[in-house]
């Protein structure tokens, strides 16, 4: 497309104009340089339908989102501050993980489902206080939920709501209970509302141990305050954003860094030789270790610059008159800051189309970062939970790593790296074999 119309152009949904902007310079402008005047988000149909009033942090813009985003950011970074929660429980899920494996003995397994339960009970550890075991329900519901929840998004009548809403109005009850079947939308919402009857239960403590008693805190602090939007409706609805945006994401990324270790064994191999040298086996594993481990923390950013799970990245709408690389835009234009394109401009990488871990470090072997690598988008819209996702990749990528050598199961010599598209690039299922080191 860029080659015909240039790296600035318009789809139409419908009879909706969408501006698409490719490149690292163009898109930096609109998600960095331009930050405030593109940083509204266009809310779907469907969903607007689906969630009705409440007003969260993905799907909510102007005050109600600069509260509930201002408040969940503190509140997540004073809860993993001190490597306390966050890093604890994060190590917690690698010892489960390590002993999962391990009881596979090497025979071929498909990673993903364990993956997603890790990361679903380090989020569950971070907003709840605790996590779950895999026997219980609710959490097979959670597994259930983030996945059904994913094959929706990408399904193509999603998209028909929203191109079509006159016509698929009407049908909405109908729509709406296949969405909730399939999504177990409700599901995870009623799980929710159960944590939090139980916070109330116990009371809220003086220092709160989660993220439910940070809010359950802040709902009675601003009673009173009359331009405060924290209610018990936005705390379930921000909590489900944050397991909606955070689980799926998380585990797609390690299914990407874990496929590309089976496809480069030698690369997994130098990663291996770092860790054993610089760490040691006994040594706890925590997120700093990724200064003294340059090769481990360039080959985890590579698998996610070349997989760029992201895909075209979120919509975004302009909150003005503006405009990017000289044209005029005006307020209320829907536009798509395509961040696989820049995990791919040429400008940017020495070998865009070549999984190459030399894009982030230097000729002495020291880590590079490098403002074209966008997982996360930027700006004032930039990942909320960026820092939980690096923390936990890191940890769990090194854990596992140094515990296990992975291979293709016996008879299969290569791996399917087409990506499944969806809101996310997501790997096509595949096993491997965790050989303990
Ligand atoms: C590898 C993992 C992850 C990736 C690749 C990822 C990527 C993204 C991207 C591309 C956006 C859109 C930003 C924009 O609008 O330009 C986003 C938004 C968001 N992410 Fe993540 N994310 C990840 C993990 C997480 C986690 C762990 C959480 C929290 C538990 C989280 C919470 C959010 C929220 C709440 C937003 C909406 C921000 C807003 O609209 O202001 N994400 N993420």
């Given at each position: 497309m860029t080659s015909t119309y240039g790296n600035v152009y318009t789809l139409w949904l419908g009879h909706t104009p969408v501006v698409v902007v490719n490149g690292y310079q163009d898109v930096k402008e609109v998600l960095i340089t331009r930050s405030e005047d593109f940083a509204e988000r266009p809310i779907p149909n469907f969903l607007q339908d689906l969630i009705q009033d409440a007003q969260g942090i993905l799907f909510s813009n102007g005050h109600p989102w600069k509260q509930q985003r201002r408040f969940s950011l503190m509140t997540l970074r004073n809860l993993g501050l001190g490597k306390t929660i966050l890093e604890d429980s994060i190590r917690q899920e690698a010892s489960v993980l390590i002993e999962a494996f391990a009881r596979e003995n090497g025979k071929p397994i498909d990673p993903s489902n364990l993956l997603l339960a890790a990361i679903n009970n380090v989020i569950a550890s971070m907003l709840f206080g605790h996590s779950f075991t895999s026997e219980e329900d609710t959490f097979r519901h959670l597994i259930d939920g983030s996945k059904a929840m994913d094959e929706f998004n990408g399904k193509a009548w999603a998209r028909l709501y929203d191109a079509f809403p006159m016509v698929m109005k009407p049908l909405q009850p109908i729509l709406q209970r296949t969405i909730l079947a399939l999504s177990h939308w409700k599901l995870l919402q009623r799980l929710i509302e159960n944590e939090i009857r139980e916070h109330q239960k116990n009371g809220v403590p003086e220092e709160p141990r989660d993220f439910i008693d940070s809010y359950l805190a802040q709902v009675e602090k601003c009673k009173d305050d009359p331009s405060s939007t924290f209610t018990e409706t936005n705390m379930v609805q921000v909590i489900m954003e944050l397991f909606i945006a955070g689980s799926d994401t998380s585990a797609i990324a390690l299914r990407w860094a874990f496929l590309y270790m089976l496809e480069y064994p030698e690369i997994q191999e130098q990663v291996q030789q770092e860790l054993d040298t610089v760490l040691g086996p006994s040594h706890v594993i925590c997120y700093e270790d990724q200064k003294i481990l340059p090769l481990t923390n360039a080959v985890l950013h590579e698998t996610q610059r070349f997989s760029s799970?992201?895909?075209?990245g979120v919509m975004h709408k302009s909150s003005k008159n503006t405009s990017v690389k000289g044209m005029s835009l005006s307020k209320g234009i829907m536009i798509l800051p395509n961040i696989y394109s820049v995990h791919y401009d040429p400008k940017q990488w020495e070998t865009p189309y070549k999984f190459n871990p030399g894009h982030f470090l230097d000729k002495d072997g020291n880590f590079v970062k490098k403002d074209a690598f966008l997982l996360f988008s930027g700006g004032i819209r930039v990942c909320l939970g960026e820092k939980m996702a690096r923390t936990t990749l890191f940890i769990l990528f090194a854990s596992l790593l140094r515990a296990f050598r992975f291979q293709l199961p016996e008879g299969v010599k290569e791996i399917n790296r087409e990506a499944i598209l969806g809101l996310a690039l997501t790997p096509h299922p595949y096993k491997l074999c965790a050989i303990p080191r």
């Open positions: 799970l992201s895909a075209v």
